[in-house]
């Protein structure tokens, strides 16, 4: 919703929001917070609006929405599905102006890893491909991973 504030990651703490309903306990909003508090840091909250039939082809989220009538958090730090995507409480959540992806957190480091091996690669590939190839070939094996200078004798 908001691309302005960049790339962002987190420990999920999850919640089901929806009308109140007989069926559920009384949980409050202060619930939520004191599952972020007790979450390790830094948390994104990530919550599923889970309206009956009627409610539920009406309603989308596309920014700051005014919510009006009785709401309720039916569930805090359980399993959820939000735009597709399953969440469990933990898991890790990057978000940025491409979207949402999840993995979870036992995989943190090797996720790390893997990045920073990507950015360092993407940022070579883009510094080749600034210097200015010449030819389709010469890009073509900007992209394969050569170096194009090898191709410059031919």
Not at 20 to 48: C, H, R, W
Not at 59 to 73: D, F, K, Q, R
Not at 108 to 120: D, G, I, M
């Amino acid at each position: 919703m908001y691309p302005e504030l960049g790339a962002i990651a987190g420990y999920a703490v999850t919640c089901v929001y929806s009308v109140p309903d007989p069926n559920y306990s009384e949980l409050s909003f202060m619930d939520v917070i004191d599952a972020m508090g007790a979450s390790k840091q830094p948390t994104i909250f990530a919550f599923q609006q889970k309206f009956p039939p009627e409610f539920e082809n009406k309603y989308l989220l596309s920014g700051i929405t005014p919510g009006h009538g009785a709401m309720a958090v039916h569930a805090v730090n359980v399993p959820v599905s939000i735009a597709g995507m399953d969440v469990a409480p933990g898991e890790i959540i990057h978000m940025d102006e491409n979207g949402a992806c999840k993995f979870p957190a036992d995989k943190l480091e090797a996720v790390l890893t893997n990045v920073k091996a990507l950015l360092e690669e993407e940022g070579d590939r883009i510094g080749k491909l600034l210097s200015g190839p010449k030819t389709a070939k010469q890009v073509r094996a900007i992209f394969s991973g050569h170096s194009y200078a090898e191709d410059e004798e031919e």
